[in-house]
């Protein structure tokens, strides 16, 4: 059964940096090559694309809110995708999840993903 437990997440104020870590506590289950994501719910929105990564960690894309602001990154080896906040501005605040398929691309698109994390909040104060 694959499981993604996020964490990370909390209260800081605009304009710091934050970062979120997503961990895949049964590798075996995903595969070797699996495709991982991060997107976001804020209060009374829809969730919405943050930052995804390819398998091998060399193709990445990124929602237009936060391109040039956020940086997603992975580790196989200990089967962890990282994502790097800075210039937190309040509009970033949401409850933020991870999201695994098991292919070597998932893109932007909720529906490409199967697997999710149950999410961790990150508010950003002004």
């Known amino acids: 059964q694959v499981q993604l437990i996020e964490s990370g997440g909390g209260l800081v104020q605009a304009g710091d940096s934050l970062s979120l870590s997503c961990s895949e506590s049964?590798?075996?289950?995903?595969?070797?090559?699996?495709?991982m994501a991060w997107f976001r719910q804020g209060p009374g929105r829809e969730r919405e694309f943050v930052a995804a990564?390819?398998?091998?960690?060399?193709?990445?894309d990124y929602g237009a809110s936060v391109k040039g602001r956020f940086f997603i990154s992975r580790e196989n080896t200990k089967n962890t995708v990282t994502l790097h906040m800075i210039s937190l501005e309040p509009e970033d605040t949401a409850v933020y999840y991870c999201?695994?398929?098991?292919?070597?691309w998932g893109g932007g698109r909720i529906s490409e993903y199967e697997y999710w994390g149950p999410g961790t909040q990150v508010t950003v104060s002004s």
């Open positions: 049964n590798p075996t289950a995903l595969g070797s090559d699996y495709a």
């Open positions: 990564i390819s398998w091998n960690g060399q193709r990445s």
């Open positions: 999201a695994a398929e098991a292919t070597v």
